[in-house]
């Protein structure tokens, strides 16, 4: 937004949809997806919420002109000059929820690193997050049911609501793209947890590898909140560890074998270290993060090179404005 407000990821992901499907047949149970399109319904629903709440005829100033859509009453937007997404004022924002640091560790408002997840800076904004959860997410959920998405979900946009606070102080964030990058994480390290049943392995990894790239590269430009982006997609990556173990091959062949029979464990000894490991991590670095997050630490102190992880100054633009 004009105001330096960040959004996470306005940029439309919606080459995620190309994912080729590299799984090896199998036996398992294919899930309905319902809690991804639930996500998807609330996150529109809680944008109109905010447009009403936001009523531009009544509260525009028309310092930066007039209101956008005005044939749509008080759902009419903010001029673009001040939001070029087609959506509310910062204020509006920040007083339903967005992430704002000094409200979060002065104001003990701990609520918005989760309630600026729901939240988005505008029309353009909702819309690309919603079609890549639809890509991304139903696909998950229908391969390993809705409690363990809807899991992954969650926590993502935690942690990357958290990871932003700690490198973004002056600014307030809105956006699900912490969420959604989360289960791109997921995804990758599904892919590796349960590299023997794919075919095509390489070319899948590639595929994932390059798509994931893309959508950081894309944080680099100004006013995207590319620390919400990685700490979801870090958490997502561990999660996806824990979460999304598949059997490997060989122990559903030998599950009916005779009962004196010797049945191949469910799992490869890789996985259970990479579950172990990921869930250590985890517990482990969002402990740390919390830690320094409410004693008002500035991750920035911490790594002087880090900003340039959201932001990188070009002729064309300035990240400090």
Same mark, same amino acid.
């Given at each position: 937004?004009? #105001?330096?407000?960040?959004?996470?990821? /306005?940029?439309?992901?919606?080459?995620?949809?190309?994912?080729?499907?590299?799984?090896?047949?199998?036996?398992?149970?294919?899930?309905? *997806?319902?809690?991804?399109?639930?996500?998807?319904?609330?996150?529109?629903?809680?944008?109109?919420?905010?447009?009403?709440?936001?009523?531009?005829?009544?509260?525009? =100033?028309?310092?930066?002109?007039?209101?956008? /859509?005005?044939?749509?009453?008080?759902?009419? +937007?903010?001029?673009?000059?001040?939001?070029?997404?087609?959506?509310?004022?910062?204020?509006?924002?920040?007083?339903?929820?967005?992430?704002?640091?000094?409200?979060?560790?002065?104001?003990?408002?701990?609520?918005?690193?989760?309630?600026?997840?729901?939240?988005?800076?505008?029309?353009?904004?909702?819309?690309?997050?919603?079609?890549?959860?639809?890509?991304?997410?139903?696909?998950?959920?229908q391969q390993f049911g809705f409690v363990r998405v809807g899991i992954i979900y969650l926590v993502s946009g935690?942690?990357?609501?958290?990871?932003?606070? =700690?490198?973004?102080?002056? $600014?307030?964030?809105?956006?699900?793209?912490?969420?959604?990058?989360?289960?791109?994480?997921?995804m990758l390290s599904e892919l590796l947890t349960n590299w023997t049943i794919y075919s095509n392995k390489i070319?899948?990894?590639?595929?994932?590898?390059?798509?994931? /790239?893309?959508?950081?590269?894309?944080?680099?430009?100004?006013?995207?909140?590319?620390?919400?982006?990685?700490?979801?997609?870090?958490?997502?990556?561990?999660?996806?560890?824990?979460?999304?173990?598949?059997?490997? +091959?060989?122990?559903?062949? $030998?599950?009916? #074998?005779?009962?004196?029979?010797?049945?191949? #464990?469910?799992?490869?000894?890789?996985?259970?270290?990479?579950?172990?490991?990921?869930?250590?991590?985890?517990?482990?670095? +969002?402990?740390?993060?919390?830690?320094?997050? +409410?004693?008002?630490?500035?991750?920035?102190?911490?790594? *002087?090179?880090?900003?340039?992880?959201?932001?990188?100054?070009? *002729?064309?633009?300035?990240?400090?404005?």
């Amino acid at each position: 937004m004009a #105001s330096g407000d960040l959004e996470r990821g /306005a940029k439309n992901r919606g080459n995620n949809a190309n994912f080729p499907s590299y799984y090896v047949e199998t036996a398992e149970k294919q899930w309905t *997806s319902w809690i991804i399109p639930m996500f998807v319904v609330a996150n529109i629903a809680v944008f109109i919420v905010v447009m009403y709440v936001n009523d531009c005829p009544k509260k525009s =100033l028309g310092i930066e002109g007039s209101c956008v /859509a005005k044939f749509l009453g008080r759902f009419s +937007f903010q001029p673009l000059k001040e939001n070029p997404l087609f959506g509310p004022s910062a204020a509006t924002l920040e007083k339903m929820g967005a992430l704002e640091w000094n409200k979060v560790v002065h104001g003990h408002q701990g609520w918005r690193l989760i309630t600026c997840m729901w939240l988005h800076a505008g029309v353009i904004h909702v819309l690309a997050n919603m079609l890549s959860l639809i890509f991304i997410g139903i696909r998950l959920e229908q391969q390993f049911g809705f409690v363990r998405v809807g899991i992954i979900y969650l926590v993502s946009g935690f942690g990357g609501s958290i990871l932003s606070s =700690l490198f973004i102080q002056q $600014n307030i964030s809105v956006g699900a793209s912490g969420a959604l990058f989360g289960l791109l994480g997921a995804m990758l390290s599904e892919l590796l947890t349960n590299w023997t049943i794919y075919s095509n392995k390489i070319a899948a990894l590639l595929t994932l590898v390059v798509i994931i /790239a893309i959508n950081l590269a894309v944080g680099i430009l100004p006013h995207v909140d590319n620390f919400a982006h990685i700490g979801g997609f870090v958490s997502g990556f561990l999660l996806g560890f824990v979460f999304l173990l598949r059997p490997q +091959f060989g122990w559903a062949e $030998n599950r009916h #074998s005779p009962a004196d029979g010797r049945v191949k #464990s469910k799992h490869k000894a890789y996985q259970y270290v990479f579950m172990l490991a990921a869930a250590v991590l985890l517990i482990v670095g +969002f402990t740390l993060a919390l830690v320094m997050l +409410f004693k008002g630490e500035n991750g920035n102190d911490h790594c *002087s090179w880090c900003h340039y992880l959201s932001c990188v100054p070009t *002729s064309k633009w300035n990240c400090r404005s």
